[in-house]
């Protein structure tokens, strides 16, 4: 299971230190997304045997 949050109030700077801290936390690949109103910018972090980049990519290609 990965962990997804996303909210307009993450600030940009700080998701990817949070995202590292959830990891710590719950031992889940996480994603955390500043949502804005026409872009969005996120930062993932993972565990070791788990690749948030294959993820994703099957997550597009799922799509097309």
């Keep these: ?4 949050l996303d ?3 993450f600030p940009a700077g700080i998701v ?3 995202a590292a ?3 710590e936390e ?3 690949p996480t994603l955390l997304i500043e949502r804005g109103e026409t872009v969005s910018r ?3 972090r ?4 788990f690749s948030i980049i294959d ?7 799922d799509r097309i």
């Design 55 to 61: 993820a994703l990519k099957m997550c597009i290609r």
């Design 7 to 9: 909210s307009p109030d």
């Design 26 to 28: 719950f031992a889940r």
């Design 42 to 44: 996120g930062s993932g």
């Design 46 to 49: 993972s565990v070791p045997d």
């Design 1 to 4: 299971k990965v962990i997804v």
């Design 21 to 23: 801290k959830i990891v």
């Design 16 to 18: 990817g230190l949070v």
